[in-house]
């Protein structure tokens, strides 16, 4: 009796054994479903030749927009996107290896992609709730770029500029869109967009994106000791901040 008892005893703790050990297993197999997926989703949100869908689609979009893609707006990512996206990274300072990933994407402006790939990305200390660390990195490298001999006010007015056209229905709708719009500023063209900003040029940015506009409403702004254009000569002036002139 006692034999049969321990046999029972003993069936009863391996079977348990089994079953801790298929749980174990299936928990195994699961983080392991999980880690994949988050893998899979990194892994598309990088693009390159080959890539096709609404990235794609939207890289080729913002592309065209500012001159650099001539093809159809069509998801697939071609030679030609591939082409366009090289232009565009030799221009701003990046790896010009025709890949989208965080960095072409910061470049981009395409916020939402860049925050998938930047798994260490903290929170944003832009101060405005609808942009992110990136836009404010970018907009105190334009700042920097092309107002650090000017004054802290002329600095803000810069920014000012760019916020208000972000709002026009007449430029793009993202800081990234308007700065890296072509031809829109002298740093982009001449490279100075690469220059690393220092600290006034970071609270200029903050205080820009938090509403400050000493230009009242501008949309451009320069210098007429140095501007060859007569087209911007002809723009309505509303202030004069340091060397540069604010007009709508």
């Known amino acids: ?13 391996l079977s348990a054994t089994a079953a801790t050990g298929v749980a174990a297993y299936a928990a195994i197999r699961a983080q392991d479903a999980t ?10 949100a990088v693009l390159r030749q080959g890539s096709t869908g609404g990235e794609v689609k939207e890289v080729q ?6 001159g650099y893609y001539s093809g159809s707006v069509d998801g697939i990512f071609g030679s030609g996107t591939r082409k366009a996206v090289i232009a565009f990274q030799k221009k701003n300072g990046l790896t010009a290896d025709g890949v989208v990933g965080k960095a072409t994407y910061a470049a981009l402006g395409m916020n939402d992609s860049y925050n998938v790939l930047d798994k260490d990305k903290k929170p944003s200390n832009s101060g405005g709730s609808n942009y992110t660390s990136s836009d404010l990195y970018l907009m105190a490298k334009a700042i920097y770029a092309e107002g650090r001999g000017e004054s802290y006010t ?7 500029v760019i916020m208000n056209r972000v ?3 007449s430029f793009p709708n993202t800081i990234s869109g308007v700065i890296y719009q072509r031809g829109a500023f002298t740093a982009v063209d001449d490279g ?4 690393e900003p220092n600290q006034t040029a970071y609270d200029a940015a903050r205080d820009a994106m938090n509403g400050w506009d000493p230009t009242y409403g501008c949309l451009y702004y320069y210098n007429p000791a140095v501007a060859t254009s007569a087209w ?9 901040i340091g060397k540069h002139v604010f007009a709508i």
């Open 35 to 44: 880690d994949t997926a988050q893998t899979a989703v990194v892994e598309t």
């Open 232 to 240: 911007i000569f002809n723009r309505q002036t509303v202030t004069v």
């Open 192 to 195: 100075q967009i690469n220059l």
């Open 1 to 13: 009796m006692k034999k049969i008892l321990a046999i029972g005893a003993l069936t009863l703790a």
């Open 154 to 160: 002329g600095q803000v007015a810069i920014g000012a």
């Open 61 to 66: 979009r913002r592309l065209k927009q500012w």
């Open 167 to 169: 709002k026009s229905p």
